[in-house]
Nanobody
């Protein structure tokens, strides 16, 4: 069973919106943190947003006010709502889950912002 399944990436025009989803398998328990990272070509992977137990959230300065991370504990799923997208948001977006002392990563989903 694949630990994490991401969806929602695609091509969008500047100013548009996308919502990414990250579903953790039912075998993952005691989730402490769910997060989104991204990696653009030629750049290092960077944290975009993370949410911890108690809905404690943190955002990169570059996405503050435009992106919103949330989670549905009943579904073991995290979401990243991305609004007012810019070309510099183009990257592969990865979901990360920290649970039970383990670190899980998704396969990545491409987000391309272009006219």
């Amino acid at each position: 069973q694949v630990p994490l399944v991401e969806s929602g990436g695609g091509l969008v025009q500047p100013g548009g919106s996308l919502r990414l989803s990250c579903a953790a398998s039912g075998s993952i328990f005691s989730i402490y943190e769910m997060a989104w990272y991204r990696q653009a070509p030629g750049k290092q992977r960077e944290l975009v947003a993370r949410i911890r137990s108690g809905d404690n959230t943190l955002y990169a300065d570059s996405v503050q006010g435009r992106f919103t991370i949330s989670r549905d504990n009943a579904k073991n799923t995290a979401y990243l709502q991305m609004n007012s997208l810019k070309p510099e948001d183009t990257a592969v977006y990865y979901c990360r889950v920290v649970a039970g002392g383990y670190d899980y990563w998704g396969q990545g989903t491409q987000v391309t912002v272009s006219s």
